[in-house]
């Protein structure tokens, strides 16, 4: 037998650690497990589980996110209106919440809540990852009501804030107040949520002082082939970063910022958010967690033609976001390119850099066009 290569050795202990950390959880609970307890049915030292994951915490996302992207996919969804697809999402999202009962110790979301509540590190993520969940939510609204009245499609994202919030709700109470949730309550008012209109737009209040992008001519060190190319969170596919658009790389707490690139950008180019974090061991994996969540609610209450175009991927090692010259990452990160032939010809920092790649996107299909102004709902 050949000896396992250093690569492998991690591997296969990192799986082990999460496999004996499931089974703590199950047995003991958030609360009562310990890492010791962890380590011991892994046969590794407390020290080989450190090596791999940051701590208890960042060990419960890891295990919820594995259990969240390997759960079966949903039934096709046959939603047509508005309505219909927020009923159906609250349902999805409630299907897996044991709102008056649950059995002992088994691991489930519902642990996040005092995790969320005790430490603001992870609060404000969480937050992000919500606000980021709503965009997805109201593009897909927007195609989907789309279809039945063609023309501008109208904001939908503070309805699905509306919904989240419903939902969010829901889950706290679950949670701290066993029994009181009615579950046909809260999909009804999610469907009646669904006809509101809101009189939603987007204006970003900072969008006039935005500077403008610096001009660039740089090969895209990311442009690989398709073997190397990342996965899309929401999607499942594999995600060209060679095509014509706007790649925003994005900590946790600036992930809200997509939307300017995506509203702003021409039509038909490409809008993908890269997500960053200063603390990618036990950050990334709740973003994984709460994103495969939501791909899961989406696929049950949408059909796929009005899933949203936007892109997500993640980069714990930092490698797509140096690749885009940004060296040092934080959850505050707010960068962009534009990307056009695999190149990089425009580049923004800081606040409103989403904003500014997506205006040259714009500008430039704008000119090459002959005028007229380019936006869209990608």
């Known amino acids: 037998m050949s000896r396992l290569t250093r690569a492998e050795t991690q591997q296969r202990n990192r799986a082990g650690v999460l496999s004996a950390a499931r089974a703590e959880f199950a047995a003991r609970g958030y609360r009562e497990a310990t890492v010791d307890g962890i380590a011991e049915r892994a046969g590794l030292t407390r020290g080989a589980v450190y090596s791999n994951f940051p701590g208890k915490r960042a060990l419960y996302f890891a295990v919820l996110a594995d259990d969240a992207e390997r759960a079966p ?11 219909q697809a927020l009923g159906a ?15 002992p110790g088994a691991p489930s979301p519902l642990d996040l809540v005092p995790e969320v509540l005790d430490d603001d590190r992870v609060r404000r993520p969480h937050a992000q990852l919500l606000k980021l969940q709503a965009i997805l939510l109201g593009l897909a609204l927007e195609r989907l009501t789309a279809e039945r009245a063609p023309g501008p499609a109208q ?6 804030e509306a919904a989240l919030t419903t939902l969010q709700g829901a889950s706290v109470l679950a949670q701290t107040s066993p029994g009181f949730v009615e579950p046909f309550h ?12 809101l009189h939603d737009r987007w204006q970003p209040l900072y969008a006039d002082y ?27 596919e594999p995600v060209d970063l060679r095509a014509d658009g706007v790649v925003a790389v994005l900590g946790l707490h600036r992930l809200a910022a997509i939307e300017d690139a995506v509203r702003t950008a ?3 180019a490409q809008v993908t958010a890269v997500l960053v974090s200063g603390a990618p061991g036990e950050l990334m994996p709740l973003a994984r967690l709460m994103l495969a969540e939501f791909r899961r609610c989406l696929s049950a209450a949408f059909p796929r033609r009005a899933w949203p175009g936007l892109r997500i991927v993640y980069d714990e090692s930092g490698a797509l976001a ?13 960068s962009a390119v534009r990307v056009v032939s695999g190149r990089i ?3 923004a920092e800081g606040y409103g850099a989403c904003l500014a790649a997506a205006r040259a996107a714009a500008a430039f299909t704008a000119s090459a066009a002959g005028g007229g102004r380019g936006g869209s709902v990608v």
Do not use: F, I, Q
Not at 89 to 103: D, E, F, G, K, S
Not at 186 to 197: F, K, N
Not at 210 to 236: I, K, M, N, T
């Open 73 to 83: 996919e949903p039934p096709p969804a046959l939603a047509r209106t508005a309505g």
């Open 89 to 103: 999402y609250a349902r999805a999202a409630l299907a897996r919440l044991p709102v008056a009962t649950r059995a």
């Open 155 to 160: 904001r939908r994202v503070r309805v699905s």
């Open 186 to 197: 809260v999909v009804a008012t999610c469907e009646h949520l669904g006809e509101l209109d």
């Open 210 to 236: 935005v500077a403008p992008p610096r001009p660039a001519d740089e090969p895209w060190p990311a442009a690989g082939g398709e073997e190397s190319a990342p996965l899309d969170a929401v999607h499942g």
């Open 266 to 268: 021409p039509p038909g």
């Open 322 to 334: 140096a690749a885009a010259g940004v060296d040092a990452v934080s959850d505050a990160t707010e």
């Open 345 to 347: 010809t425009a580049r």
